[in-house]
């Protein structure tokens, strides 16, 4: 007898043991082994199953759905979603989700980290020596940049961007600007030490910028070569957004030439590929996109995931209402319109 449970695809290794409480409600695809896919492979795996977690790896838009007609709901292993073509997932009725919070408070550290690791040319140094080029201690050797008692801006003032602002004002008393699509309460403001100001003015005065803004049209390239020119030739540049916020070529050109004297990447516009002319830079720090990446923090996302998924296909204790659902209504919506039906519960138009 064919087991008549939906059916969930697994896109990548996740913590097998979290994401098999799946198997509780579902018949689960599980996928063992890192796979890249083409967009044509992703429709085919999409094509006969109900769900599927899946990773900032596998972009999914109209192409990748157009034939899954099964297909109700993406539950994105990650906070980010510009992976996601909201807007096709929510006229094909297809319910997206993310997973905000948890990874706040971990992501906030890397950033930090790679702000001091920038400042303090930590990873110059380590090469440095590691090449044997210590032959005698010297006062003026790897000088870099003062973070206490500096100004730190950060573009994009989120939970993550908050996170930021209490490690710099509070542990390193740092003196603290940002500049956000809309300003915080003033009660928000006072807890996290930020003073909010117009991106010039964050450019122009930050020792030490952090950028942690969403990516998508508006901000793509908001970091380029006539933003660059306005900050000081002595400041730190770290992104642990998304890689198209910053244009590479201009970044790269002004850390070659003593525009910016260091930058922290954790995130890359083409990446897996890095661009070559930052890899032949001393002067920047580069991670692989590892800003959630603890223990503790991603088997938090995976679980927020499966508890995202198995509450979009109507089983488990929430049934029928994801924790962090990113187009619910517009969903109900798309549904409604379908079935021909009113009202304003997403359940009814299931039904």
Known sequence: ??????????????????????????????????????????????AGVDGAPITLNERIGAAEIANAPRLRAIANVGVGYNNLDVEALSS???????????????????????????????TEAERWLREGQWGQWSFQTLLGADIHGSTLGILGMGRIGQGIARRGALGFGMRVLYHNRSRLPEATEAEVGAQYVDLDTLLAQADHL????????????IIDAAALAKMKPTATLVNIARGGIVDEAALAAALANGGLAAAGLDVFEGEPTVRPALLALRNVVLTPHIGSASQATRRAMVQLAVDNLTAALDAGPQA???????????????????????????DDAKR
């Open 320 to 346: 029928g209402d994801p924790p962090s659902a990113l187009n619910a209504q517009a969903v109900a919506d798309a549904r409604r319109a379908r079935a021909g039906v009113g009202g304003k519960d997403i």
């Open 210 to 221: 952090v950028l942690v803004l969403p990516y998508n049209a508006s901000s793509h390239h």
């Open 1 to 46: 007898m064919a087991d008549p449970r939906p059916r969930v695809w697994v896109s990548q290794p996740l913590f097998d043991e979290v994401v098999e409480q799946l198997g509780q409600h579902f018949q689960l695809e599980m996928t063992h082994a890192v796979t890249r896919y083409t967009p044509a492979q992703l429709a085919e795996r999409l």
């Open 92 to 122: 094909a009725g297809i319910l997206a989700s993310n997973t905000p919070d948890v990874l706040t408070e971990t992501t906030a550290d890397l950033g930090f980290a790679l702000l001091m690791a920038t400042a303090r040319r930590i």
